[in-house]
Each structure stands twice: as structure tokens, then as C-alpha cells.
């Protein structure tokens, strides 16, 4: 009886209230590169080591991004699991990996610091609180039914570990799909449907949608200028769909959508204009804001905040192009200030629904009412 009751205080233990990291793992940001892993099996002890090793993998993967592989070696010593936590309702499981950013980088390390004490100057307080708006910041969710740690029997690529992490090996088979099957589909889509023609004050197939109806457009010229009110955010997740957007609904599969725009970066300071996929609350965006020297990939799926990648890049001049492309369950993000010379932002896998309307968004967090001028939008599939 006693091993009995034993058994059942340590479970409750486990499955108490869910802890603020497994919603907010960006708490331990500020001094650690952090991945969460999350993973499902019947049997406890199984979840728990796959959900751990997700964890360690993507904190490897993550460094691969940033560093040498001659120094990450040495700083996988000191990662650590700092804790896990099963969900009773769904039976996943959680496990938080840490690496204190100081062990491979301290400058990068101070700089973070100094960049969380400049809440003001970058709209952060998201930051401060630890929302998982952060580079350093990854989660990775197993797939259910696959219940067993994948190991590579292929022939590493020279790296910073000995072989290629559970992930990159799905990354080889969601690439190796997209090519063999997929990649016929990108084909251009005939017509003016998919295509706006602002010089004869058309959408196409493009709706105008603003939720609160604070913001307009119109036609001027040969473009199509958004005028956006003060305070209209875009936070799917939260309900939140009031900064206008110009969208094509209903598109499935692969996909790659691209605009033009023009901005007074100069102006108006939390301005954000960008591409993005949506379906309900589940979306992934990508966005240029702050007077045009930051630009973001992240989005949210499967109840899950996707890891964001956060750029500070040249001040933007206009005209920008952005890109955001679909193949498989892969999404990345591009932009230019030359027309067809693509640098990448960042790209992010997600199980995304097939279906999602797609199209282009304007952000305003200021008070004031700010103004940009779309040349076009348009959709490839």
C-alpha cells in the first residue's frame, strides 16, 4: 500500500499545474540558448527520453546556425535538461534544455543583456516577459505515432556532432518529398485573378479584410496605398486579426507569394508591413518592422508559438520585396531591395494545415496613422 501511494504522489507531482516555462521558455533567454522538447509515448519513461533528446538536438541545431563547429563541441558540455513536465490532459511530454550562452559566446551574451534592458527603444516588453519571441529560443514537437529517437544510418556532412540530429533527417525527407513530388506544382498561375492590377483599381482574386474597420485602401496611381490606423496588431493566437490585410483565401499546398512596397521608414517607428499564411488561429508570417532595420519569420501552429528568427539587418530603402514561400511543411522568407536578387530571412517547419489563406499585412503600434503604397501582390502555385 505505502508503494502504492508513493507511486501516486511522485505522478501527481509530475502532472501538476503547468509550469510558466513550458508557455514562456523565452523566461530563460536572456543568459541561455533554450530549446523545448515535447514528445508522446505510452510508456513515461520513453516520452521523457525522446522529449529530452529533442530538446538537446535543437539546441545543437541551433548553434550549427550560429558557430564554428571546432567551438561547438566543447560548449555541448555544458547543456543541461533544467526540467519536464507531462501535460495530463494530452499526455505530452516537456522537457527544457539549457546552454548558457557564456560557455560559447560572451559577447554575444553581454549583448543580450544590453538588448533586455532596452525594453523601450525595441518594444520589448514581449522580451522581458519571456514570450518565446526569441532567436534563441526553439521548440520542437515529435510527430505522434513516432514513438522511437530516430538514429541516421546516412553519411554525415561535415558538423559540429558525430551524427545528424532526429530533425535534420526529417529535413531530408520533407526536402526529398518536396522535390520528387511537389516541385512540379510551383508553376505560375495563369490570369489577372492571382495577380492585383492596382493601375485598373483591381484585386483579382485578393479581398480587402479589416476586422475593425479603423484602416482603408485606395487606388492611387498605379499603386494601392493602406492606410492604417493606430494600434492595429495582428495576433492570430489571441483572436486578434484587426491590422488590415489583402488576402487570397483558400489556398492549398505549395505556394510562393510576393509583393513590392514602398514606406517612409523615417516616419513612423513601429510600422510593420509582410506576407503570411493563415488558417483560424494557426499562421506564419514574415514582416520587416523598426524603421526597417529588423526583419522576422514566426507564426503559431498546433497550440505551439513557432521559434522566431529575429534579424537586424542595412535600414531598409524602398522599394522592398518580400517573399514567402510554401513547399511541404516548410515556410521561408525572403526580401530584397532589387527586384529578383532573394536574401533569405529564415525558413521554420511546422505541420500546417493544407488550406490557409494567404496574402499581405500592415501592423501600426503607433498612435498615429501611417500610410504604405503596394505595387502588387501576387501568388504562384
Not at 121 to 145: F, Q, R
Not at 169 to 188: C, L, P, R
Amino acid at each position: 500500500m505505502r508503494m502504492v501511494l508513493l507511486s501516486l504522489v511522485i505522478a501527481g507531482s509530475l502532472l501538476a499545474q503547468k509550469p510558466d516555462w513550458v508557455n514562456n521558455p523565452g523566461t530563460f533567454a536572456a543568459e541561455n540558448f533554450v530549446a523545448v522538447g515535447v514528445a508522446k509515448n505510452d510508456k513515461l519513461d520513453k516520452a521523457k527520453e525522446k522529449a529530452e533528446s529533442k530538446a538537446m538536438k535543437g539546441i545543437e541545431k541551433m548553434l550549427k546556425n550560429k558557430y564554428k563547429n571546432k567551438d561547438i563541441k566543447p560548449a555541448l558540455a555544458s547543456m543541461r535538461i533544467h526540467a519536464t513536465w507531462q501535460d495530463p490532459a494530452t499526455k505530452y511530454f516537456y522537457a527544457l534544455a539549457l546552454l548558457p550562452i557564456e560557455a560559447i559566446d560572451k559577447d554575444y551574451a553581454g549583448q543580450k543583456k544590453l538588448d533586455k534592458a532596452k525594453s523601450s527603444a525595441m518594444s520589448a516588453t514581449k522580451m522581458l516577459m519571456g514570450m518565446t519571441n526569441d532567436p534563441d529560443v526553439v521548440i520542437i514537437k515529435a510527430e505522434e505515432g513516432n514513438d522511437e529517437i530516430a538514429e541516421s544510418s546516412d553519411n554525415d556532412e561535415e558538423s559540429g556532432v558525430e551524427t545528424k540530429s532526429e530533425e535534420q533527417n526529417e529535413d531530408q525527407a520533407v526536402q526529398t518529398e518536396s522535390k520528387s513530388e511537389k516541385k512540379e506544382m510551383m508553376t505560375t498561375v495563369s490570369g489577372n485573378g492571382n495577380q492585383t492590377d492596382f493601375k485598373n483599381k483591381s484585386l483579382g482574386n485578393f479581398k480587402w479584410i479589416d476586422q475593425d474597420g479603423n484602416s482603408k485602401s485606395s487606388f492611387l496611381g498605379e499603386n494601392l496605398t493602406a492606410t492604417v490606423a493606430g494600434y492595429e496588431n495582428f495576433k492570430p493566437e489571441e483572436g486578434n486579426k484587426k491590422a488590415p490585410r489583402l488576402e487570397y483565401p483558400n489556398v492549398t499546398g505549395d505556394f510562393s507569394i510576393e509583393t513590392k512596397f514602398r514606406y517612409d521608414w523615417a516616419k513612423y517607428y513601429s510600422f510593420g508591413v509582410g506576407l503570411y499564411a493563415l488558417n483560424g488561429k494557426q499562421y506564419v508570417r514574415t514582416y520587416v518592422e523598426y524603421h526597417g532595420e529588423y526583419v522576422y519569420l514566426n507564426g503559431y501552429a498546433n497550440d505551439i508559438t513557432l521559434p522566431q528568427t529575429e534579424k537586424r539587418i542595412e535600414h531598409l530603402k524602398t522599394p522592398v520585396y518580400f517573399k514567402l514561400e510554401r513547399k511541404g511543411y516548410t515556410f521561408t522568407a525572403y526580401y530584397s531591395t532589387i527586384d529578383g536578387d532573394w536574401i533569405e530571412i529564415a525558413n521554420v517547419e511546422t505541420e500546417f494545415p493544407e488550406t490557409a489563406g494567404v496574402g499581405i499585412f500592415f501592423m501600426n503600434d503607433d498612435n498615429d496613422t501611417a500610410q504604405c503604397k503596394v505595387e502588387y501582390v501576387k501568388l504562384k502555385q
